[in-house]
């Protein structure tokens, strides 16, 4: 079945650093691939998403590039900020076999220190 | 506003004892989905729906009901809540399901504790 991959957290960063979350899937059709954010206390919201090989999805300094050779969809931030901190979760939807949810990773908690 | 509302947003039960979280969406979208949230596990899909009177299986679905009486609510049922049911749960919505790759609108979540 599909599966999502992501890199264990929690992850520690100063302000201003370069961010990767490391996401890989597994999937037997054809995903589109999701990034969602989940700020404390919060629902989660749609960071960005791509829904063929070699898209790029950006929003708020994130991007994410599906890479479709390596099954891989690793989010990047040139400069994080305090606000950036929460958790990040990668996701897939399959559409080859009409499956109508959403696969999620575990989740990796990112916390940004001024 | 548009928004995914869920109530109650905490609760605590004790083993047994039935009931009802409900979410409801003011977007009128046809999608409708529940999750819960558990550490180290992410998130998985109990139930979902697809319009009203359509509803099927998610990955956990053991333990839960669900109806969709009406377009706009979708609520979760505990007919008899177990510890292992502890969790956050989330309630979700789209225009049409995430096949189509629109966003999904998550509810706040509520946070339940099964004694």
């Known amino acids: 079945g599909d599966s999502v991959t992501q890199m264990e957290g929690p992850v520690t960063l100063s302000e201003e650093a370069f961010l990767t979350i490391n996401c890989t899937y597994t999937a037997t059709g054809y995903p589109s691939l999701f990034w969602y954010v989940q700020y404390p206390g919060e629902g989660l919201q749609l960071l960005l998403k791509a829904t063929k090989a070699d898209d790029k999805g950006s929003n708020k300094g994130f991007e994410a590039t599906y890479r479709k050779e390596t099954t891989s969809f690793h989010l990047e931030k040139g400069s994080v900020q305090v606000s950036d901190s929460a958790v990040y979760f990668c996701a897939l939807s399959d559409v080859l076999f009409g499956n109508e949810k959403l696969t999620f990773g575990t989740g990796t908690r990112l916390t940004i220190i001024p | 506003e548009a928004q995914v509302t869920q109530n109650p947003r905490y609760l605590i039960t004790v083993t047994g004892k039935k009931l009802t979280v409900t979410c409801s969406q003011n977007?009128?979208?046809?999608?409708m989905s529940w999750y819960r949230q558990d550490p180290g596990l992410g998130l998985r899909q109990i139930y979902y729906s697809m319009n009203v009177e359509v509803t099927d299986k998610g990955d956990v679905p053991e333990g839960y009901k669900v109806s969709r009486k009406e377009k706009r609510n979708f609520p979760l049922i505990l007919e008899s809540p177990s510890p292992n049911q502890t969790s956050l749960y989330f309630c979700?919505?789209?225009?049409?399901?995430?096949?189509?790759?629109?966003?999904?609108?998550f509810g706040p979540g509520t946070r339940l504790l099964v004694l």
């Open positions: 977007m009128n979208h046809e999608y």
């Open positions: 979700a919505s789209s225009p049409t399901g995430p096949i189509l790759q629109e966003t999904q609108y």
